[in-house]
């Protein structure tokens, strides 16, 4: 029986869940009209059946529609830049678009009154400095509308829950009050006792016979500005100096030593006599028996014969010897000429062989040297050289880093203090004057010219007439 009872309950209290779901989903529904729904119920508004009072409410939800998507996109954009994004420049500008913002999840997308999205690109934040302050424009593409406000930020005392905020309307300046002052004088009487110190008052307060005043400085706020303040430390790899260090900056090929070997080294020169070759050169004498043709005579040797009108002249080595002559008649001229005949002898010289004896050379082969710069060798141990592609090293300035607790700065709102003067005074009363006189005169300045013939201030002042 418990555990019908159990299940009955359970199927109840199911039913009642799902009812109160239908029911919250039916009262959102009601309350927030969907998309489709505003977009049928005012494609369904033709523009021949819709009336003025339709027109203007259309206008006013666009209006109302397209300066919210304004203040989403203004709002986002104070919040984001803090001191540390705001140019610090005069004249430096930064720019953000509706697609960076969308990138940052700083705004929600921004559609029209039809649902169709704003221009992500042609609508932007830009923020610039200037002097005294920094110029927000937020410009908005939307619904086929363009349009921009400017806002006006910086750091002022107003700005409770952030760095920079809007500009805002100074406060009126109250009316200047002019104000004159009561002054006394008592002639004669009896000077009483001091009475009791009043409140310490900003308001100044001249000491006379019968006042007496004291003064004491107090601090107080005078605005605000923004401090960097430590809040904590933190581990930081820190610079702390700079050492020379062998850096590798690039690879060459270079002639290693791998190894060492014995060899023939040239350590020196030296001059020396070198033989160059052999010459003869005659080593001694001796006789020998040497036949010698000697000249005996001459003889004659038959060599020819000529003919011709005159016989030729003999000479040392040629003789001729005319042997007749014959006289005939030219044809040409039918004279007579004589033509003589001769044999013709050349002298040759007899010789004879004469054995004569004679001393003759003897002969030896001897060298020739001559006087040369040579090297002068010695057996040492060398290295063994082997090319390879080797580091090429340069030696640089490297910082020197250490691990430090450095400060967390975050930036804070600090009261700014100022001094004032505060003032309080006691009087004493003159009883039994015989004469009382009371002038109105200027507070600020304090009329000297009453102070010096005896008066001094009540207290007492009304706005001057």
């Not at 990138?103 to 042609?122: A, E, F, H, M």
């Not at 040392?316 to 044999?343: K, L, M, N, P, Y």
């Amino acid at each position: 029986m418990y555990e019908e009872r159990r299940e009955s309950f359970s199927v109840r209290d199911l039913v009642l869940q799902i009812l109160f779901v239908v029911l919250f989903i039916f009262i959102l529904i009601w309350l927030f009209p969907t998309k489709d729904y505003m977009r049928r119920q005012l494609e369904g508004l033709e523009l021949n059946q819709t009336s003025d009072h339709d027109i203007d409410r259309l206008a006013v939800l666009h209006n109302q529609l397209f300066a919210s998507n304004v203040k989403q996109m203004r709002d986002a954009a104070i919040k984001y830049y803090t001191l540390e994004r705001l140019p610090s420049k005069t004249g430096e500008s930064d720019k953000m678009t509706l697609q960076r913002m969308y990138d940052l999840s700083l705004v929600l997308p921004l559609i029209d009154i039809d649902g169709n999205p704003c221009d992500p690109v042609r609508s932007f934040v830009e923020v610039t400095r200037h002097e005294t302050e920094w110029i927000l424009k937020v410009n908005l593409s939307c619904g086929g509308e363009e349009n921009y406000i400017l806002v006006h930020l910086g750091c002022r005392d107003y700005c409770l829950d952030r760095d920079v905020c809007v500009k805002a309307k100074p406060p009126a300046k109250p009316p200047v009050q002019n104000w004159q002052c009561e002054y006394r004088r008592v002639s004669g009487g009896t000077v009483g006792d001091w009475g009791p110190w009043s409140e310490w008052s900003r308001t100044p307060v001249t000491e006379g016979p019968n006042r007496q005043v004291q003064t004491r400085q107090e601090r107080y706020v005078t605005g605000y500005r923004n401090e960097q303040v430590q809040v904590g430390t933190r581990p930081e790899r820190v610079q702390i100096g700079t050492r020379t260090e062998r850096v590798q900056v690039a690879t060459t090929t270079q002639r290693v030593q791998v190894g060492t070997t014995t060899q023939r080294v040239q350590v020196g020169t030296t001059t020396e006599r070198v033989q160059t070759g052999t010459t003869r050169v005659v080593v001694g004498h001796t006789t020998r028996e040497v036949p010698v043709r000697v000249a005996a005579g001459t003889t004659r040797v038959y060599a020819g014969s000529g003919s011709g009108p005159t016989v030729p002249a003999s000479t040392s080595t040629r003789i001729f010897v005319r042997t007749g002559s014959t006289t005939t008649q030219a044809c040409s001229t039918c004279e007579f000429v004589t033509i003589h005949t001769w044999d013709i002898f050349n002298i040759q010289t007899v010789y004879r062989t004469e054995i004569r004896i004679e001393q003759v050379p003897i002969y030896g082969t001897q060298p020739v040297f001559e006087t040369r710069t040579v090297p002068v060798f010695e057996t040492r141990t060398v290295p063994v050289y082997e090319t390879r592609t080797v580091p090429v090293y340069e030696t640089r300035q490297v910082p020197v880093y250490e691990t430090r607790q450095v400060p967390i700065y975050e930036t804070r709102r600090v009261p700014v203090y100022g001094y004032r003067t505060l003032y309080r005074f006691r009087t004493r009363r003159i009883t039994g004057g015989d004469n009382e006189e009371i002038r109105w005169s200027t507070c600020k300045p304090v009329d000297a010219n009453l102070i010096s013939r005896g008066f001094h201030l009540t207290g007492n002042r009304r706005p001057a007439k």
